[in-house]
């Protein structure tokens, strides 16, 4: 692919995939800022044996440098998922899941919703990481 040409949002995160060598995979927009200790806390959430991991979120005043939207978002639950949007990032998930499930192109504008919507729909273990682990600067 050229600079020129520019993928959709799914098809960029499915390439990604089949370039990442490691046992899990990551998940972070572009204006996302990771507390220093978010992704040890991740790891050790996913050690326990989950397969999928989200954590709550923030948003960073970038004038004042507050911490102005927290988003304690609830633990996992299959029901309410489908009804609400929770889960986004930081999602961690199982390299080898989140490439079996992968990403639709044509659902793009949605995408993280429509991926967990399948994710939710295999055996994987979910869990919630109860701390503000992300933040997300507003422009």
């Not at 899990?24 to 040890?40: K, S």
């Not at 299959?78 to 990403?103: D, I, K």
Request: glycine residues 8%; negative net charge.
């Amino acid at each position: 692919m050229s600079f020129a040409t520019r993928a959709s949002v799914s098809a960029a995160r499915n390439r990604a995939l089949e370039l990442a060598r490691g046992e899990f995979v990551c998940f972070l927009d572009h204006d996302a800022l990771l507390h220093p200790e978010a992704l040890a806390a991740m790891a050790g959430k996913l050690r326990e044996g989950f397969d999928v991991g989200y954590s709550d979120e923030d948003k960073l005043d970038d004038a004042s440098g507050l911490l102005t939207e927290p988003f304690f978002k609830p633990a996992w639950s299959p029901e309410y998922f489908r009804g609400a949007t929770y889960v986004g990032h930081l999602l961690c998930l199982r390299r080898e899941l989140a490439a079996s499930v992968g990403f639709d192109p044509a659902l793009d504008g949605v995408q993280d919703f429509a991926f967990m919507l399948r994710v939710s729909e295999t055996d994987a273990r979910i869990t919630h990481i109860p701390r503000g682990m992300l933040t997300i600067a507003e422009k």
